[in-house]
């Protein structure tokens, strides 16, 4: 089981002698704060402090480095042009981290046979200002999971569907929280890029948290809201191991059933 908070941070190197335009708080907004306290739930993390406006992990390497507005939501992030050396050594930091994420895998692969992945991430639903109103509710689930990027969803659907009960069944404030799939969002370059790097063997959940515990505009957290849903993600976790034994357990039926000739 694997944690990771790839838009976590909020670090750029050099900001000014690079000409960055955006104030902290701006890169905030759309960044994933306090995405790495909730990846205490998995025994390995993967946490990343550099701000996505530096390099975009969750997008391929050719759009990873915003350069235009249109890169990110209208808004002017640099205040003179990036020279190519300074885009390259933007580039490269994507590079090593998948390079270091291969690795990784690869050992769980080679120590578990199979892996789940939570992906962890937050998204804005007052887009119109501070004081507008929430973005329609049937439109953008409180948690939206995202498996969009599964080449073999049946492979791993109980899994999936344990997950989303298991949420939904958590206590959150008296009421259920309002989790569903593929709404909001599918699932970005990470979990494309360990589907198709782990095929049959790892299983990526795209996270998207709405930002109901914290003030999308002023960066202000409700710890308690923080917390809870820390806690609700927590509660899935046996259901997650218990599944993904048994989906072990029929893949291991079915490839003894034809000779090992099987692949996921």
Request: glycine share 6%; charged share 25%.
């Amino acid at each position: 089981m694997i944690a990771t908070a790839i838009h976590n941070g909020n670090f750029i190197p050099f900001a000014q002698e690079y000409g960055l335009a955006l104030s902290q708080m701006d890169r905030m907004r759309e960044e994933d704060p306090f995405t790495e306290w909730w990846t205490e739930i998995a025994p390995t993390q993967v946490v990343v402090n550099l701000s996505r406006f530096w390099v975009d992990l969750n997008r391929p390497r050719d759009k990873a480095a915003y350069l235009l507005p249109e890169d990110a939501w209208g808004m002017k992030v640099w205040n003179k042009d990036q020279d190519p050396q300074t885009i390259e050594s933007r580039l490269s930091y994507h590079d090593r981290f998948f390079a270091s994420l291969f690795e990784l895998l690869e050992e769980k692969q080679r120590l578990y046979s199979h892996f789940i992945v939570l992906d962890l991430h937050t998204y804005n639903h007052r887009r119109g200002g501070p004081d507008s109103v929430i973005d329609d509710p049937t439109k953008n689930p409180e948690i939206n999971i995202g498996t969009g990027t599964m080449g073999n969803r049946w492979l791993w659907e109980r899994i999936i569907d344990r997950f989303i009960n298991d949420l939904k069944e958590f206590d959150y404030q008296g009421r259920t929280l309002d989790v569903r799939e593929n709404i909001k969002f599918q699932g970005g370059y990470l979990p494309e890029w360990v589907h198709r790097n782990f095929p049959g063997s790892g299983c990526v959940l795209s996270i998207e948290v709405k930002k109901i515990f914290m003030d999308e505009w002023t960066g202000v957290v409700d710890l308690n809201q923080l917390n809870l849903l820390g806690m609700a993600l927590s509660s899935t976790i046996q259901g997650l191991l218990e599944e993904l034994e048994e989906v072990k357990r029929q893949l291991f039926n079915l490839e003894t059933a034809v000779g090992g000739a099987y692949m996921a």
